[in-house]
């Protein structure tokens, strides 16, 4: 069993800056990636950005040079710093950790967390 929670969000101003952090607990230990999607109102959920365990980071073109995407692999926790927030950044987080197993990988979501952006 894995639980994924996600910590950080909340309300902050367009320019303003937010730290999210999202750990992952239970059976960890075969953890391949990690990483952040998010969700407007009215939309499909959309990638952001995502770190492998060797460190190797990917980003969805909106979060290319205003989020950073970082990984404590020891705890099992992953990061996502956020700058120049703006009002379209407006969403709820999600957490993806994604384990090997196998021949194949699994996706385990966290709860999400709602992060407004106020212009």
């Known amino acids: 069993q894995v639980h994924v929670a996600e910590s950080g969000g909340g309300l902050v101003q367009a320019g303003g800056s937010l730290r999210l952090a999202c750990a992952a607990s239970?059976?960890?230990?075969?953890?391949?990636?990690m990483g952040w999607y998010r969700q407007a109102p009215g939309q499909q959920r959309e990638f952001v950005a995502t770190?492998?365990?060797?460190?190797?980071?990917n980003y969805a073109d909106a979060a290319k040079g205003r989020f950073t995407i970082s990984s404590d692999n020891a705890k099992s926790t992953v990061y996502l710093q956020m700058n120049s927030l703006k009002s379209e950044d407006t969403a709820v987080y999600y957490c993806?950790?994604?384990?090997?197993?196998?021949?194949?990988?699994?996706?385990?979501w966290g709860q999400g967390t709602q992060i407004t952006v106020s212009s």
């Open positions: 770190i492998t365990t060797g460190g190797r980071t």
């Open positions: 993806l950790v994604v384990l090997s197993v196998g021949m194949g990988y699994t996706d385990y």
């Open positions: 239970g059976s960890v230990s075969n953890i391949e990636r």
